[in-house]
């Protein structure tokens, strides 16, 4: 399957805990884009990476969250010390190049306890 | 400003064509799309249109842009029950420049047998 790939498809947290997403972009995509989904809502804008570099966190909570795109390995959404307001789906697109369509993977579905 | 909508809900019965509608607020945006997400999914993209054209056919969707109007709209002819889902419309402005996506709240089309 050459389709975006997020892990896992569902986490679950305890208020406080750490949560890890991970997320590797189709083959031959090097843009990847975060986005997410509270219950009965659109998708939100959080983050926009390329290979070693952030882009655009303009969407991304000032405290708790960060994302990386290391040079090797997936996309990793971190959100620290969670709470309850965290619970949502959280999704990973990629395109090959900026502004060219987006495709996305199956999200991660957080639930915090 | 940055602002997609949709409503909410649509009804058709199989067989019968759907028309979900959407509109967007900037000017500049380069490309639209359409998603579709079924329950538990993520979104799969459907077709998009570049903002030069005003119409895009693909099998049984038809796309239509309205650029005076800011309007965008999917028509599925034929409507199957297997086309339940909900539809988001999204717009990646240009003067985001990053290629970020603006997402509408989603239209649940149901489709009765």
């Known amino acids: 399957n050459a389709g975006v790939m997020q892990n896992p498809r569902h986490l679950v947290r305890r208020r406080g805990q750490e949560a890890r997403l991970r997320c590797s972009p189709m083959?031959?995509?090097?843009?990847v884009y975060w986005y997410r989904q509270l219950p009965e809502e659109g998708l939100k804008f959080m983050v926009y990476l390329q290979k070693e570099n952030i882009i655009d966190e303009s969407g991304m909570p000032k405290e708790r969250f960060s994302a990386e795109f290391p040079k090797e390995g997936p996309s990793i959404l971190r959100i620290q010390q969670v709470v309850r307001g965290d619970s949502a789906a959280y999704f990973c697109a990629s395109s090959p190049g900026e502004g060219q369509p987006q495709h996305f993977g199956d999200g991660t579905r957080l639930s915090i306890l | 400003g940055e602002d997609v909508e949709q409503s909410l809900f649509l009804s058709v019965r199989e067989g019968d064509s759907s028309v979900i509608n959407c509109t967007y607020t900037d000017s500049s945006s380069t490309y639209l799309y359409w998603y579709k997400q079924e329950p538990g999914a993520g979104l799969q993209l459907l077709t998009y249109i570049f903002s030069n054209m005003d119409m895009k056919q693909d099998q049984r969707l038809t796309v239509l842009l309205n650029k005076k109007d800011k309007h965008l709209s999917l028509r599925i002819a034929d409507t199957q029950t297997g086309d339940s889902a909900i539809y988001f419309c999204?717009?990646?402005?240009?003067?985001?420049?990053?290629?970020?996506?603006?997402f509408g709240q989603g239209t649940t089309l149901q489709v009765k047998p």
């Open positions: 083959k031959g995509h090097s843009h």
């Open positions: 999204a717009e990646s402005p240009l003067t985001s420049n990053t290629g970020k996506l603006i």
